[in-house]
Nanobody, 128 residues
């Protein structure tokens, strides 16, 4: 599978916002579910959000619900993660990935083993 490319990370103050983008080919992004995951220092990688093919299912982790929004930009072949009201606990390397088949993202969650083609990730640091 094609490796996706993440961008948009950086330094934000608590309460601030960042917008992450996950770029890939039109075929890849439109044929698979896309997940955003994050890994903080000393912690396991966790699912943050995912969006299924044709946007029929969207999942958010409880820790980001109401603050993060995942969406597809079909014109730009990207899947974006708009992050608002950031807090220091959001500090992590954020990765996007496609699932191995287009049915692993559900409204109830996304499991890391069901996703592959991990990019290098983009660092998000929330600090005053």
């Amino acid at each position: 599978q094609e490796q996706l490319v993440e961008s948009g990370g950086g330094l934000a103050q608590p309460g601030g916002s960042l917008r992450l983008s996950c770029e890939g080919s039109e075929e890849n992004l439109n044929s698979y579910d896309i997940g955003w995951f994050r890994q903080a220092p000393g912690k396991e990688r966790e699912a943050v959000a995912c969006i299924s093919v044709n946007d029929r299912s969207i999942y958010y982790a409880d820790s980001v619900k109401g603050r993060f929004t995942i969406s597809r930009d079909y014109a730009k072949n990207t899947v974006n993660l708009q992050m608002s009201n950031l807090n220091p606990e959001d500090t992590a390397v954020y990765h996007c990935a496609t699932d191995w088949a287009p049915y692993y993202c559900t409204a109830y969650g996304a499991r890391e083993p069901d996703f592959g083609s991990w990019g290098q990730g983009t660092q998000v640091t929330v600090s005053s």
